[in-house]
């Protein structure tokens, strides 16, 4: 190989589409899915309104493309993490393994660029919405949940299903608030902690999340 050839290529422009989608992300990120108009996200991405019913159709469509691109990747860094929990640890073990596998995707995807973490952040708003937009990505999320509120419910089966399927959804909101980026902290702890450190808060979310799942399964029923 010459010279010439082992030079690296600069990468290529990302696409129209591409831009579109990243432009979105962000505002929808920042402003929801109501609040974040298509000329904005146009003018973000640089091209024209047009390409946005081109491209993607409606504005529902649109959404349903941005969470599509990445949950696949999201739901295959959690599968895999989960399918190697062994099932001979401890129960305390195995459950913190489980939290593990399905948030520290988030953390190391996170650390990839600004437009995994505008993701997160717009998960994280999803997450405790009632918004209708929920029903247009539950084909996204909702086989993994079932996935792992099973596994929660085979290592403690003391759970009633409905203990399993909150504590799933318990694991979702702690985990989900960590990648928010909401500054709330920042403000309770008068600039001395960051929402930006998520490292530090998933630590802290790890340890809450499995002692919650198990205090859960060893709690008497209220009378």
């Keep these: 190989m010459s010279h010439a050839e082992s030079i690296e290529k600069p990468l290529a422009p990302p696409s129209v589409r591409e831009r579109l989608l990243d432009a979105a ?3 929808f990120a920042e ?3 109501h609040g974040a108009p298509m000329r904005d996200i146009t003018a973000m991405a640089s091209t024209r309104l047009a390409n946005i019913n081109e491209q993607f159709g ?9 969470i599509a691109r990445r949950a696949p ?8 993490l989960l399918n190697a929990v062994k099932a001979s640890r401890s129960r305390s073990a195995q459950i913190r393994a489980v939290v593990e596998a399905f948030a520290r995707p988030l953390l190391v995807r996170s650390q990839e660029s600004e437009g995994w973490r505008n993701y997160l952040r717009l998960l994280a708003q999803l997450t405790n919405s009632r918004s209708v937009v929920l029903l247009l990505i539950a084909e996204h999320f909702s086989p993994m949940a079932k996935v792992f509120s099973d596994r929660i419910g085979t290592i403690l089966p003391q759970l009633t ?10 694991m979702v909101s702690a985990a989900m608030a960590v990648f928010s980026d909401n500054r709330r902290i920042d403000v309770m702890s008068a600039g001395a902690e960051s929402s930006t450190d998520f490292a530090s808060h998933y630590e802290d979310m790890v340890a809450f999340t499995t002692g919650g799942i198990l205090q859960l399964a060893d709690a008497r029923p209220s009378r």
């Design 25 to 27: 992300e962000a505002l």
């Design 31 to 33: 402003h929801g899915f």
């Design 58 to 66: 409606s504005k529902e469509a649109f959404f349903q493309e941005v």
């Design 73 to 80: 990747l999201i739901n295959a860094d959690r599968l895999a």
């Design 161 to 170: 299903p409905r203990q399993q399927m909150n504590a799933y959804q318990l």
